[in-house]
């Protein structure tokens, strides 16, 4: 566990007692959000994304340390377990390089080098290896056995061959070497499938593609792996892509006779031993490596696919709410209908219906008459338009009813439906709204999610609402860890309230599992409100450890305890008390009195279990209690009259929201059913590195219309106002140069819906990833201005 911790430390740049502090806490337990907030002494301030890091970290060392152990095991039964190998063994600090070191020993299959070591040849071997100088030929004549079928001189020399091959291929240094070479010089290459041409085509920008191995990003390696399991690609590495044509001899031979130490000099067995050298590579080492390089890409693709899906959840769920006001829910259709629905300010369902405002049934007044009465009903404040089908006809129909029902304040909203189907028909809705049609559920989701985006998109399973990329393409295991984490987190760093929650959110909330919550909602049910945060410990199975770990994130507003609104612990209320004692401010007043908060020295209330950070939180929290930290609630001001991709003109100036980025830019939702893409050189004047440095999810922004393509459904669009489209028309037109071919593999990218969800609502990218070339081409002139 030293080891571990001290490895750790490093990695993070923290003292080995800070993690073993950590560590200890996980052990027991404890979860990061919690760990985070209200264990800062312990751990001495270490915050949530270096707690994740840690407990990802502890993982994997412990899982190593354990396979270190069962090898070593291995090897000692076997009684090959050598002082030096040991040293070897106990010294490395990969996986790779301790099955490197295992090869060697590892139980394995009957193969041709053990067979001639068992006709006895591996002395041939070794005299060759040892002494080049002996006559190959000669020397197998003595090593005949044609029982096993080494009868001739090739035949044995053959064997030998093979047990030395074994042995090379099983080398760690020969691997480490070989391997290092092969990150820093090889090429992934890939081609198209002999007749795959045509049905393949939205993989044509890799046809026939090459680029550096170690510089491949992430969408393209996703994009060029989904194109090999459809059958239209073909991948390859090329360990040499600087050698002549026609030469067929690698640099890795020359690495691994290198390695062994052997050199040709023209001795007798020097050809023989070259021979043997390139076969362990061509034969044993090259497919493999192939192999294990392309599985590392695709490991090191979908770890930057599951960050930056993980990134733009987490900027979706911290986006603003437009708060718990009575909400009109219009979720758009045509022949079959707008689904209404009415939510209260506690998002409460309190009224719902179907109107046919659009084709063919054409019922508009008779619509904006009865949803003008159901705002004046239920004093609606905001009106939530689904972004799906007739999405644009339903702004304007809520366009229309403000007008006619002439409430000041009343707001119509965009709102992102993505999801919304999922969880219509999920078992947590059908819980929620039992005897409700599937598509009145639908409407109520987007209703919630525009007064609490939060509270009601943890209801979702984080993939299907459509912010990542290749997310289908990815380890499902491990994005749902990295979701999980990051829904956690939002939801604690929030906070929730108690006597509204639902029980999905309640168990994204430190210390609570699914059980404990619906305990938690059934108790509610049953008593009424909760008034104090001690009434928690009467909930079934929430006993003393869940106690700790959730109280001081659920907030109970107006109950007996006013600290119990606030994101104090209760652990910590004699810390309160004391405070009001000294300043002879009751506890209740204290409570947003900056005045007499910001006169307090936070140093007078410490001692051994309080110390100075978290006394200095709880003033934050005194001064502010439960503050949101989520932003200001604005939305998009999409265009009148631009409601399809036919709407658009170049140079057109627009509003939009941001609902996606990826590595290569942003897709920005502009109101027109596709989203337009912004190219990662048009995000800003200066140069972006990442593009969530200067966007996320969620954000409003203006854009330019660049380009628009509308036989394939894509937009072109631009942050910097200043761009000009004519000069993609000029790009468009002019020859075609290796330097655009290489710009449009950098724009490829994907956002993909998932399969389940709706499918009206499209992104500016094909499901491969692939990018139009026109805009494309227009970004590589723009890139050159800069």
Sequence with gaps: MDHISHTIAQELGVRPQQVNAAVTLLDEGATVPFIARYRKEITGTLDDTQLRTLETRLGYLRELEDRRG?????????????????????????????????????????????????????????ALLADP???????????????????DSKATLDGARAILMERFAENAAVLTVVRSHMKQHAQLKASVVTGQEGSGSKFADYFDHSEAWH??????????????????????????????????????????????GIDNQGRAADKWLQQVCQ?????????????????????????????????????????????????????????????????????????????????????????????????????????????????????????????????????????????????????????????????????????RRLQDPLAELVKIEPKSIGVGQYQHDVSQTQLARSLDAVV??????????????????????????????QNIVNFRDAEGRFTDRKQLKKVARLGPKAFEQCAGFLRINQGDNPLDGSGVHPEAYPVVKKISAHTGVPVADLIGNSGVLKSIDARQFTDERFGLPTVNDILKELDKPGRDPRG??????????????????????????????????????????????????????????????????????????????????????????????????????????????SQRRE????????????????SNSTGNGLAGGAFADAFAKAKKRR
């Design 215 to 260: 510089k491949a990003p992430s969408h393209r390696v996703l994009a060029m792996l989904r194109g090999r399991n459809e059958g239209v690609l073909s991948l390859q590495l090329d360990a040499d892509p600087d050698r002549e044509e026609g030469d067929r001899s690698s640099i890795c031979e020359s690495l691994i006779a290198q390695q062994i």
């Design 747 to 762: 724009f490829s990218g994907d956002r993909t819906k998932p399969s389940h969800d709706r499918p009206q609502r499209q």
């Design 632 to 741: 200001q609630f604005e939305t998009a001001q999409f265009a009148d009259g631009v409601e399809k991709i036919t709407d658009l003109q170049p140079d057109m100036v627009l509003e939009g929201v941001i609902t996606n980025v990826t590595h290569f830019g942003a897709f920005v939702d502009i109101g027109v059913k596709q989203d337009g893409l912004v190219h990662i050189s048009a995000l800003s004047n200066k140069f972006v590195d990442d593009p969530r440095s200067v966007v996320k999810a969620g954000d409003v922004v203006k854009v330019k219309v660049m380009e628009i393509d509308v036989a394939r459904k894509r937009i072109g669009l631009s942050m910097r106002l200043s761009d000009n489209a004519s000069e993609v028309a000029e790009q468009k037109a002019a020859p075609r140069r290796s330097a655009g071919a």
């Design 279 to 447: 076969w362990t590579w061509r034969v044993k080492l090259s497919l493999a490596m192939e192999t294990e390089l392309i599985g590392d890409l695709r490991e090191r693709a979908e770890a930057d696919a599951i960050k930056v899906f993980a990134e733009n959840m987490s900027d979706l769920l911290m986006a603003a709410p437009a708060g718990m006001r009575p909400t009109l829910a219009l979720d758009p259709g045509l022949r079959t209908g707008c689904k209404i629905a009415v939510i209260d300010g506690t998002g409460k369902l309190v009224a719902f219906d179907t109107v046919y405002p659009h084709a063919p049934q054409k019922q508009w007044d008779r619509t904006l008459a009865t949803l003008a009465q159901l705002v004046k009903a239920h004093d609606v404040e905001l009106i939530a338009v689904g972004n799906g089908t007739a999405s644009r006809e339903s702004d304007k129909l809520a366009g229309e009813l403000i007008k006619l029902v002439g409430k000041p304040g009343l707001t119509k909203v965009m709102v992102s439906e993505a999801g919304a189907s999922v969880y219509s028909a999920s078992e947590t809705a059908a819980a929620e709204f039992p005897d409700l049609d599937v598509s009145i559920r639908g409407a109520v989701s987007i209703g």
């Design 133 to 151: 100088t002996r006559n190959p030929d000669s020397e197998a004549e003595a090593f005949f056995n044609a029982e096993a079928g080494f009868a």
């Design 488 to 517: 956690e987190d939002c939801v604690n760093g929030v906070g929730v309230d108690l006597n509204t929650a639902s029980a999905p959110l309640l168990t994204r909330v430190a210390g609570l599992t699914k059980t404990i919550a």
């Design 70 to 126: 069962t090898i070593l095991s291995s090897i000692d039964e076997q009684g090959k377990l050598t002082d030096a190998l040991k040293a070897k063994i106990l010294s490395v600090a990969t996986k790779t390089e301790l099955e490197d070191l295992y090869l060697p020993y590892k139980p394995k299959r009957r193969t041709k080098g053990q067979i001639a070591i068992e006709a006895g040849l591996e002395p041939l071997a070794d």
